[in-house]
């Protein structure tokens, strides 16, 4: 018998640069001022959506 390969395709996400998130702070649930501070505090000027979210989403939860 012949063996069935199966070819799992990656979705590849869309990288989005820090302004693009945002000019649209709904997408993450949050406010432009809040989208700003988590990129600069990580140090990154483009992520994924995915990665975005994860990384607002830690920056809110940090105490200050």
Do not use: C, H, W
């Amino acid at each position: 018998m012949a063996e069935k390969k199966e070819e799992t395709k990656a979705v590849q996400e869309v990288t989005y640069t820090v302004d693009e998130f945002a000019e649209n702070p709904q997408v993450l649930d949050t406010t432009e001022d809040i989208i700003r501070a988590a990129f600069a505090k990580a140090g990154i000027r483009e992520a994924t959506q995915s990665t975005a979210k994860k990384l607002v989403d830690t920056f809110k939860k940090k105490e200050v």
